[in-house]
Protein backbone atom coordinates (compact mmCIF):
# COMPACT_ATOMS: atom_id res chain seq x y z
CA UNK A 1 0.00 0.00 0.00
CA UNK A 2 0.81 3.53 -0.22
CA UNK A 3 0.40 6.23 1.99
CA UNK A 4 -0.56 9.72 -0.30
CA UNK A 5 -0.72 13.26 1.43
CA UNK A 6 -2.33 16.42 -0.71
CA UNK A 7 -1.87 20.55 0.10
CA UNK A 8 -4.19 22.04 0.38
CA UNK A 9 -7.37 20.12 1.42
CA UNK A 10 -9.37 22.73 0.13
CA UNK A 11 -9.17 26.27 -1.34
CA UNK A 12 -10.86 29.17 -3.07
CA UNK A 13 -9.36 30.85 -5.86
CA UNK A 14 -10.36 33.82 -7.74
CA UNK A 15 -10.75 33.78 -11.58
CA UNK A 16 -7.40 34.45 -13.63
CA UNK A 17 -4.79 33.31 -10.72
CA UNK A 18 -3.15 30.04 -10.44
CA UNK A 19 -2.94 27.41 -7.81
CA UNK A 20 -0.32 24.47 -7.43
CA UNK A 21 -0.96 21.37 -5.78
CA UNK A 22 1.46 19.18 -4.07
CA UNK A 23 1.33 15.29 -3.66
CA UNK A 24 4.02 13.57 -1.36
CA UNK A 25 4.04 9.50 -1.46
CA UNK A 26 5.60 7.25 1.50
CA UNK A 27 7.56 5.43 -0.95
CA UNK A 28 9.25 5.75 -4.49
CA UNK A 29 6.83 5.47 -7.50
CA UNK A 30 8.50 5.77 -11.11
CA UNK A 31 4.78 7.24 -12.15
CA UNK A 32 2.30 9.18 -10.41
CA UNK A 33 -1.52 9.98 -11.74
CA UNK A 34 -3.29 13.15 -11.37
CA UNK A 35 -7.23 12.97 -11.90
CA UNK A 36 -9.77 15.39 -11.74
CA UNK A 37 -13.53 14.69 -10.31
CA UNK A 38 -16.00 17.83 -11.13
CA UNK A 39 -18.71 18.43 -9.26
CA UNK A 40 -21.18 14.98 -8.83
CA UNK A 41 -18.94 13.33 -11.77
CA UNK A 42 -16.67 10.79 -12.12
CA UNK A 43 -12.95 10.97 -12.18
CA UNK A 44 -11.09 11.92 -15.57
CA UNK A 45 -7.30 11.36 -15.56
CA UNK A 46 -5.26 14.61 -16.44
CA UNK A 47 -1.66 13.10 -16.72
CA UNK A 48 0.98 10.85 -15.64
CA UNK A 49 4.00 12.42 -13.77
CA UNK A 50 7.27 10.93 -15.31
CA UNK A 51 10.30 11.24 -13.13
CA UNK A 52 13.04 12.48 -15.33
CA UNK A 53 10.97 13.11 -18.58
CA UNK A 54 7.88 15.12 -19.54
CA UNK A 55 4.18 14.61 -17.91
CA UNK A 56 1.86 12.60 -20.52
CA UNK A 57 -1.34 14.76 -20.86
CA UNK A 58 -4.69 12.75 -21.70
CA UNK A 59 -7.15 14.21 -24.39
CA UNK A 60 -8.43 17.06 -23.62
CA UNK A 61 -6.00 18.73 -21.46
CA UNK A 62 -2.79 20.56 -21.82
CA UNK A 63 0.72 21.74 -20.26
CA UNK A 64 0.09 25.04 -20.05
CA UNK A 65 -3.44 24.93 -18.63
CA UNK A 66 -1.95 22.12 -16.15
CA UNK A 67 1.83 22.16 -15.63
CA UNK A 68 2.96 19.09 -13.68
CA UNK A 69 6.36 18.78 -12.12
CA UNK A 70 8.00 15.61 -11.23
CA UNK A 71 11.43 16.19 -9.14
CA UNK A 72 11.73 13.15 -7.37
CA UNK A 73 10.35 9.81 -7.04
CA UNK A 74 8.03 10.80 -3.83
CA UNK A 75 6.65 13.76 -4.96
CA UNK A 76 4.80 16.18 -7.94
CA UNK A 77 3.01 19.24 -7.88
CA UNK A 78 -0.11 19.87 -10.51
CA UNK A 79 -0.57 23.45 -11.26
CA UNK A 80 -3.57 24.73 -12.31
CA UNK A 81 -3.04 27.79 -14.19
CA UNK A 82 -5.10 30.79 -15.18
CA UNK A 83 -8.77 29.10 -13.22
CA UNK A 84 -12.47 29.68 -14.39
CA UNK A 85 -14.94 28.89 -12.58
CA UNK A 86 -15.32 25.63 -14.65
CA UNK A 87 -12.00 24.36 -13.11
CA UNK A 88 -13.51 23.90 -9.68
CA UNK A 89 -12.90 20.06 -8.78
CA UNK A 90 -11.41 17.91 -6.81
CA UNK A 91 -7.84 17.11 -7.87
CA UNK A 92 -6.61 13.57 -6.97
CA UNK A 93 -3.30 12.27 -6.84
CA UNK A 94 -2.92 8.23 -7.51
CA UNK A 95 -0.57 6.03 -7.71
CA UNK A 96 -0.26 2.39 -8.67
CA UNK A 97 -0.07 -0.74 -7.45
CA UNK A 98 2.41 -3.33 -8.80
CA UNK A 99 3.06 -6.87 -8.01
CA UNK A 100 -0.08 -9.22 -6.98
CA UNK A 101 -2.52 -6.43 -7.30
CA UNK A 102 -1.17 -4.67 -10.01
CA UNK A 103 -3.85 -1.90 -11.32
CA UNK A 104 -5.06 -0.78 -7.97
CA UNK A 105 -4.83 2.49 -7.31
CA UNK A 106 -4.14 5.07 -4.16
CA UNK A 107 -5.70 7.96 -3.85
CA UNK A 108 -5.05 11.13 -1.95
CA UNK A 109 -7.50 12.82 -0.16
CA UNK A 110 -7.51 15.04 -2.60
CA UNK A 111 -7.37 18.97 -3.18
CA UNK A 112 -10.89 20.55 -3.61
CA UNK A 113 -10.71 24.05 -5.44
CA UNK A 114 -13.43 26.49 -5.68
CA UNK A 115 -12.93 29.09 -8.13
CA UNK A 116 -15.31 32.21 -7.89
CA UNK B 1 -22.33 6.50 -23.43
CA UNK B 2 -18.94 6.04 -21.07
CA UNK B 3 -16.91 3.15 -20.71
CA UNK B 4 -18.19 2.07 -17.31
CA UNK B 5 -21.38 3.12 -16.94
CA UNK B 6 -22.58 2.27 -13.46
CA UNK B 7 -26.89 1.20 -12.63
CA UNK B 8 -28.26 2.24 -10.10
CA UNK B 9 -26.96 6.15 -10.03
CA UNK B 10 -28.85 6.00 -6.77
CA UNK B 11 -29.47 3.48 -4.26
CA UNK B 12 -31.51 3.62 -0.78
CA UNK B 13 -31.55 0.86 1.74
CA UNK B 14 -32.02 -0.55 4.93
CA UNK B 15 -29.31 -1.18 7.09
CA UNK B 16 -28.70 -5.37 7.04
CA UNK B 17 -30.31 -5.39 3.28
CA UNK B 18 -28.02 -6.52 0.51
CA UNK B 19 -26.37 -3.69 -2.39
CA UNK B 20 -26.33 -4.85 -5.67
CA UNK B 21 -24.48 -2.58 -8.03
CA UNK B 22 -23.59 -2.99 -11.81
CA UNK B 23 -20.82 -1.94 -14.44
CA UNK B 24 -21.11 -2.08 -18.21
CA UNK B 25 -18.13 -0.99 -20.07
CA UNK B 26 -17.43 -0.97 -24.11
CA UNK B 27 -13.74 -2.02 -24.68
CA UNK B 28 -11.75 -4.94 -23.77
CA UNK B 29 -10.18 -4.70 -20.64
CA UNK B 30 -7.51 -6.34 -18.20
CA UNK B 31 -8.91 -5.28 -14.80
CA UNK B 32 -11.70 -3.70 -13.41
CA UNK B 33 -11.59 -2.34 -10.06
CA UNK B 34 -14.26 -1.12 -7.85
CA UNK B 35 -13.90 1.65 -5.74
CA UNK B 36 -15.74 3.62 -2.46
CA UNK B 37 -15.75 7.09 -2.11
CA UNK B 38 -16.72 9.14 0.78
CA UNK B 39 -18.04 12.62 1.19
CA UNK B 40 -16.15 13.76 -1.94
CA UNK B 41 -12.97 12.96 -0.18
CA UNK B 42 -10.11 10.69 -1.76
CA UNK B 43 -10.76 6.96 -3.06
CA UNK B 44 -10.35 3.20 -1.47
CA UNK B 45 -9.84 0.57 -3.16
CA UNK B 46 -12.10 -2.14 -2.87
CA UNK B 47 -11.28 -4.71 -5.08
CA UNK B 48 -9.64 -5.55 -8.32
CA UNK B 49 -10.89 -8.54 -10.78
CA UNK B 50 -8.84 -9.71 -13.42
CA UNK B 51 -10.27 -10.35 -17.06
CA UNK B 52 -9.96 -13.94 -16.32
CA UNK B 53 -11.23 -14.18 -13.38
CA UNK B 54 -14.91 -14.88 -12.91
CA UNK B 55 -15.85 -13.76 -8.90
CA UNK B 56 -13.92 -12.55 -6.34
CA UNK B 57 -15.06 -11.93 -2.65
CA UNK B 58 -13.60 -9.84 0.09
CA UNK B 59 -15.17 -9.40 3.67
CA UNK B 60 -18.61 -8.92 2.85
CA UNK B 61 -18.04 -7.47 -1.18
CA UNK B 62 -18.50 -9.87 -3.88
CA UNK B 63 -17.77 -9.00 -7.12
CA UNK B 64 -18.42 -10.84 -10.80
CA UNK B 65 -17.19 -10.34 -13.98
CA UNK B 66 -18.92 -11.24 -17.16
CA UNK B 67 -16.40 -10.62 -20.08
CA UNK B 68 -18.73 -11.78 -22.64
CA UNK B 69 -21.48 -8.86 -21.57
CA UNK B 70 -18.94 -6.80 -20.67
CA UNK B 71 -20.82 -6.32 -17.38
CA UNK B 72 -19.49 -6.42 -13.28
CA UNK B 73 -21.22 -6.38 -10.21
CA UNK B 74 -20.83 -5.37 -6.62
CA UNK B 75 -22.61 -7.17 -3.95
CA UNK B 76 -22.39 -5.54 -0.20
CA UNK B 77 -23.87 -8.25 1.87
CA UNK B 78 -25.92 -7.25 5.68
CA UNK B 79 -25.04 -3.63 4.81
CA UNK B 80 -24.15 -0.92 7.54
CA UNK B 81 -24.81 2.74 7.98
CA UNK B 82 -21.07 2.94 7.48
CA UNK B 83 -21.30 1.69 4.05
CA UNK B 84 -22.98 4.87 2.88
CA UNK B 85 -21.02 6.42 0.04
CA UNK B 86 -20.17 6.40 -3.80
CA UNK B 87 -19.30 3.48 -5.16
CA UNK B 88 -17.16 3.90 -8.89
CA UNK B 89 -16.30 0.66 -11.20
CA UNK B 90 -12.78 1.65 -13.21
CA UNK B 91 -11.16 -0.25 -16.49
CA UNK B 92 -7.96 -0.66 -17.24
CA UNK B 93 -6.89 -2.02 -20.63
CA UNK B 94 -3.64 -3.26 -19.23
CA UNK B 95 -1.49 -0.94 -21.67
CA UNK B 96 -0.55 1.48 -18.44
CA UNK B 97 -1.33 0.29 -15.11
CA UNK B 98 -2.09 3.76 -13.23
CA UNK B 99 -4.67 4.71 -16.37
CA UNK B 100 -7.78 3.79 -15.49
CA UNK B 101 -11.65 4.84 -17.00
CA UNK B 102 -14.44 5.20 -14.06
CA UNK B 103 -17.85 5.19 -14.74
CA UNK B 104 -20.19 7.49 -13.34
CA UNK B 105 -20.89 5.83 -9.98
CA UNK B 106 -23.48 4.67 -7.41
CA UNK B 107 -24.34 6.80 -5.01
CA UNK B 108 -25.28 4.18 -2.10
CA UNK B 109 -27.32 5.50 1.16
CA UNK B 110 -27.80 2.66 3.89
CA UNK B 111 -30.44 3.63 6.36
CA UNK B 112 -30.38 2.85 9.99
Known amino acids: SAVISQKPSRDICQRGTSLTIQCQVD?????MFWYRQQPGQSLTLIAT?????????ESGFVIDKFPISRPNLTFSTLTVSNMSPEDSSIYLC?????????????FGEGSRLTVL | SQQGEEDPQALSIQEGENATMNCSYK?????LQWYRQNSGRGLVHLILIRSNEREKHSGRLRVTLDTSKKSSSLLITASRAADTASYFCATNNGTNAGKSTFGDGTTLTVKP
Open chain 1, 27 to 31: SQVTM
Open chain 2, 27 to 31: TSINN
Open chain 1, 49 to 57: ANQGSEATY
Open chain 1, 94 to 106: SVVSWGENTGELF
